[in-house]
């Protein structure tokens, strides 16, 4: 599977909501939305690289798990 931009965009969204659902710490961490805006000129290799999967976790099963 090769996502599109969009789709890493919103996958890398969906992902940092679930982190953050029970261990989100509004002094630290920064809102989905401010997240959104640190990711969304990133190029597509760096989006990959954002997704920090590897051979174990591949990004087929990051995008299967957060599309």
Known sequence: MNPTREQLIS???KEYEWLCHDDFDPEEDPTPEEYLDAIKDLSYDELVEETQTDDIFT???????YS
């Open 11 to 13: 996958a890398l969204v």
């Open 59 to 65: 990004l087929d099963q990051f995008m299967r798990t």
